[in-house]
Structure formats: C-alpha cells, structure tokens
C-alpha cells in the first residue's frame, strides 16, 4: 500500500472554485466512508480548511486511486470533474508526506507560517479516527505531521513570517495602521462561533475593542464564547451573545463586523450591509462608479463603441479589456483589422474600399502572423492612457470575510463607505508578503522529518517478517526440546532448562545480527525488497507474516481509541 493524496487550495485554484467545492460536515463524513468502501483504497483522511480540500489516502494502484479519490471529490463537492480536474494536485509516497509536512508547518499556508493549520490537522485526524478510517499509516503519517509542525515553531522564527488568518485579515482592514491602534474602542460583531470566529472575537478583544457581540445560529455556543471573553484574565471587554435575526440591528451599530459560518448561501448580501450603513449614517450609501473615466487626448473611454469598428457585444465586461489594446484586435480579421487601427489614430478608412482583393487580404494576415510569432502577440497602435480611480470616502464599516463559501456579498466591494477583505483579497496581498529567513530553517526541518517517517516506515514494513522469523525459530526450539524429552526422559528440571536456555541462546545470536542489519538496511531507500528476501530465504509463511501485521493494526488501533477515550475524561 501507498500514500497519496489528492487536493486543491488557494495555490492550485481561483476562490470561486474553491467556493462551490466546500464540503459540509456530513459530506465530509461521506466522502470519507465512500473512500475506504472504494476499491484501491484501505485508508482515508480529509484536510478541510478555508482555503483547501485535501484527500489522504493510502492506495494499492496509483493510477486508479487517483482516478477514484478525484472522481469521489469532484460526486461530493458538487463541482464536475471536468471542471474540477484542471485544478487538482497530485502527491504520492514521500511527495505527499512532504506536503503534509510543509501544510504543518505553514509553509503552504496563504499567510506564511500561521499555526491555526495545525489545529485543522488534529481535527482531520479525530475526524478520521472517529469514523475509523485511518489506519497505521495515516495514524503515524498525521500524528508526525503535528509533530513537525510543533518542531517548526518552537525551534525557529517561522511565527515571525507569518500569522493567523484572522490577524491578517484585521491587518488588512486597518490599511497601515497598527491593530491595536486601529480597533481600540471600537464595537465589533462576530458571526458565528466556530473555532475561526472564536479566535477572531479573541483577537479583536485582545486589540482593544470596547464590545464584542457574538451571533451564532446555536445560541449555546455563542453564549459561552461571550461568558469566556468577558472573564479572560487578559481582556477588560464587554461581551454579549445575540440571535442571529438580531444582526441587521447590530450591524447599524458595529465598527467592524467579522464572519465565519459554515452557511452554504450568503449571510449579509449588499443590500443588507448598505442599509445598515444607511441606518448609522442617515444618509444612502453610494455605489463605485466602476466605469473607466475618459482617457486623455479625447478618445473614447475604453470599452465604448463611438466609431470602433468592433462589434464589442461579444467582450463587454472582460477584465482588462480596451479597444486600443491587443485583447481587442486578437483574432480580427486582416480589413477590421486596418479599420480598427484608422479607428484608434483618429483617422478613416472605407472598410468597403473596393480595392481590398483577397490577395491583398493574404498579404495581412501574413504579415500579421509572422509579427505574432516574432513578438509573440499583437501589435498595439497606442497603449491606453492609465485610468484614474476616483478617490473613495474613509470606511464607516470594515467587515472581514473568512468564510469558504463566502459570507459576505462580494457587490459590498463596491459600496462607498465600506472596507471589505475576504479570502480572494487576503490571497492577492499574502501574495507580496515577505518571507522569513527562517522559512529555509523550517524547510530544513522538514526534509528531516520526511527522510525520518520514510525510514520509519520502511524499517516497520520488515517489521512482521522479523517477528514472523523469531517466531518460526522459538517453534523450532520448541520442537526439539520435546523431541529431547523423549529420547532422554530421565533429564531432571535443571539439566533440562539448562540444554533449553542454550538452545535459546545459539539461535539467538545466530538470528540477531541478520536481523538488526536488516533493519537497517530496510529503513533505506530502496530497500523494501530486503522483506522478500528475507520471507525466501527462511521459507516463511506468507500468512504468518500477514497475521503479525494484522495483530501490530489491532495494537494501533487500541491505543489510538484508547487515547481518544483518555482525551474525553
């Protein structure tokens, strides 16, 4: 058997297909029978967080499981294959247990560093355990991973490059000023109370806010998290839980606001954040006017259609788009083409000049091909003058979006008066934060700990095989010692233990040797096959090397519900 997992996150896809991908608790929990019900499948983990979807599992045929484990994503997400494949990663053996590695230590993360992954990993390997789908090798592959994880940020500064998500995401709202600076005395609201949003009214009661109220569908859980802010040691602010109907009525009152529910539609659309606003101010809130203002020179704005000769039905709305620019003459034929550049020069020319042969037409889009392959793209007549944004009023409301699917209304972008930062904008700015010379230490860590679970579990692969051979030599022993006994019945107690302890011995140390360098030599790369070897070499029954290992998965099993028994006392 073989690790593999397959996944997609914020590196691998954009957040609108992260977004529908989202898995649901029970989906989650189906997904993970549907795994190890699958034929190549004996194992399976699911990692899912706000910006990944990963499926572990340990697999007999790599072709076919990963056939089998994208097919499984793709049923349960509800986002079909065909669309989903484009944005899948694939890890196999050390390969993935790199990447859960480099996932603990935050080293994948969309805020380098941050160690709420780690939590998300211990979820993932309760969740597992509980429905008993992992086995010895996700057992040990998750249980080193947090290991690593812990090593990253206590032996190094990896802290220092990176942070939560939530203290992120309040950087960013505060535009350049510091946390503390920005969110003392302000009102807060948080949706939900999840671990997510738990952490953020944490966060915000820590930076200063002078109240926190928290919304929440299950209004125990609110309740207690408002109870625990308000007699933390380490904060003086006043918090309170409210019903979720009550949040169009706090929002009017909130400063900033931060959501984080496991809600599969939209929790505060733009018409409810604009009247909330509208409710505090008195005054209706303006949208952003996203039409380009005119360039310079009088042309006309870009994407208007007085005098192109394009027909721009077919391109209105296209990011970026300019009918002076190459996204416009990409593919127009060789006359539009000559009438487009007249066009953008302020210049005519009589698309029905009778003078345009098809020879001459030839000669264009010839001419026209071979700038293309020389330059690699169209030429442009004249670069579009930069278009100037209206400056926008200070916000009113800052509202933080950590929710996947999203929470928040992404039409709130464009409502004056309001700041918005949600997953997609937190992973256009994670994009130019810097890295940390400790990164390379963690990297380094890492590599070591992968080359440690390789060697590990290579060495507890021979394991079964050696017990099986120590096992045949005892019976061997055994065996003898009877025949013994009936050839000389009159040997006495201590002449018999005395020949049965020799006996013992010399098989002992004729065996120890051979053993412990196989080990060894096992624990290598490449040395999986020093198993068969050694299974031809003493005839070994395949079904007693089988039952030992099937014993050794009963004994992991145990400890691990045993464990988990001990975690609810």
């Known amino acids: 058997m073989s690790l593999l997992v397959v996944g997609l996150s914020h590196r691998s896809a954009p957040v609108s297909v992260l977004e529908r991908a989202t898995l649901n608790a029970d989906a989650?929990?189906?997904?993970?029978?549907?795994?190890?019900?699958?034929?190549?499948?004996?194992?399976?983990?699911?990692?899912?967080?706000?910006?990944?979807?990963?499926?572990?599992?340990?697999?007999?045929?790599?072709?076919?499981?990963?056939?089998?484990?994208?097919?499984?994503?793709?049923?349960?997400?509800?986002?079909?294959?065909?669309?989903?494949?484009?944005?899948?990663?694939?890890?196999?053996?050390?390969r993935a247990v790199h990447h859960l590695f480099s996932v603990a230590c935050g080293l994948d993360s969309m805020v380098v560093g941050e160690g709420q992954v780690l939590g998300q990993i211990k979820d993932a390997l309760a969740t597992a355990q509980e429905l008993h789908t992992a086995g010895r090798l996700l057992n040990d592959l998750f249980q080193q991973a947090l290991r690593t994880g812990k090593r990253a940020h206590s032996e190094t500064g990896i802290d220092r490059a990176g942070q939560s998500l939530v203290t992120f995401g309040l950087e960013q709202l505060s535009a350049g000023t510091a946390v503390e600076a920005w969110a003392k005395g302000k009102r807060a609201l948080v949706i939900g109370a999840g671990s997510m949003s738990s952490l953020a009214a944490a966060t915000l009661a820590r930076a200063g806010v002078a109240e926190v109220v928290i919304a929440n569908r299950t209004p125990d859980r609110a309740e207690r998290l408002a109870q625990i802010l308000t007699e933390g040691?380490?904060?003086?602010?006043?918090?309170?839980?409210?019903?979720?109907?009550?949040?169009?009525?706090?929002?009017?009152?909130?400063?900033?606001?931060?959501?984080?529910?496991?809600?599969?539609?939209?929790?505060?659309?733009?018409?409810?954040?604009?009247?909330?606003?509208?409710?505090?101010?008195?005054?209706?809130?303006?949208?952003?006017?996203?039409?380009?203002?005119?360039?310079?020179?009088?042309?006309?704005?870009?994407?208007?259609?007085?005098?192109?000769?394009?027909?721009?039905?077919a391109v209105q709305g296209a990011t970026g788009f300019s009918v002076m620019g190459e996204a416009a003459v990409a593919g127009m034929d060789a006359a539009t083409l000559e009438q487009h550049a007249a066009w953008v020069d302020r210049g005519t020319v009589d698309r029905r000049d009778s003078r345009r042969t098809p020879e001459v037409e030839a000669e264009l889009i010839t001419a026209l091909a071979a700038t293309v392959a020389a330059g690699g793209r169209l030429p442009e007549r004249r670069r579009p003058e930069p278009v100037v944004e209206a400056p926008r009023p200070a916000p009113v409301l800052a509202l933080l979006d950590l929710a996947m699917p999203r929470d928040i209304d992404a039409a709130v972008h464009r409502l004056l008066g309001v700041r918005l930062v949600d997953i997609e904008s937190l992973a256009e700015a994670s994009a130019d934060a810097p890295m940390a010379a400790d990164v390379d230490l963690v990297r380094r860590i890492v590599a070591d700990e992968v080359a440690a679970f390789g060697a590990a579990q290579r060495a507890a692969h021979i394991t079964p095989t050696v017990v099986a051979l120590r096992t045949m030599a005892a019976d061997v022993v055994a065996n003898e010692i009877a025949r013994l006994d009936g050839r000389l019945p009159g040997l006495d107690e201590k002449q018999r233990g005395e020949i049965t302890q020799t006996v013992r011995r010399v098989v002992d140390k004729l065996l120890h040797a051979p053993t412990v360098r196989v080990k060894q030599l096992a624990a290598e790369p490449g040395g999986a096959g020093y198993a068969d070897a050694l299974r031809t070499l003493f005839d070994l029954d395949p079904e007693t090397v089988a039952a030992v290992s099937r014993a050794d998965d009963r004994d992991t099993s145990d400890s691990t519900e045993n464990a988990r028994n001990r975690g609810r006392e």
């Open 28 to 94: 989650q929990i189906k997904l993970l029978q549907d795994t190890v019900a699958a034929e190549p499948a004996a194992e399976a983990a699911l990692l899912a967080t706000c910006n990944r979807i990963e499926l572990y599992a340990d697999v007999d045929k790599f072709h076919a499981g990963v056939a089998e484990l994208s097919t499984l994503l793709a049923q349960h997400s509800g986002v079909g294959l065909e669309e989903l494949t484009p944005y899948l990663y694939v890890h196999y053996e050390d």
């Open 233 to 313: 040691d380490d904060t003086d602010v006043l918090a309170r839980a409210v019903p979720m109907d009550a949040v169009p009525a706090e929002l009017t009152r909130a400063d900033v606001a931060v959501s984080c529910t496991g809600a599969t539609g939209l929790v505060l659309t733009a018409e409810a954040v604009a009247a909330a606003v509208e409710g505090r101010t008195g005054t209706p809130v303006a949208v952003r006017d996203e039409t380009p203002a005119p360039a310079a020179g009088g042309l006309a704005p870009a994407g208007t259609d007085e005098g192109c000769p394009l027909d721009l039905s």
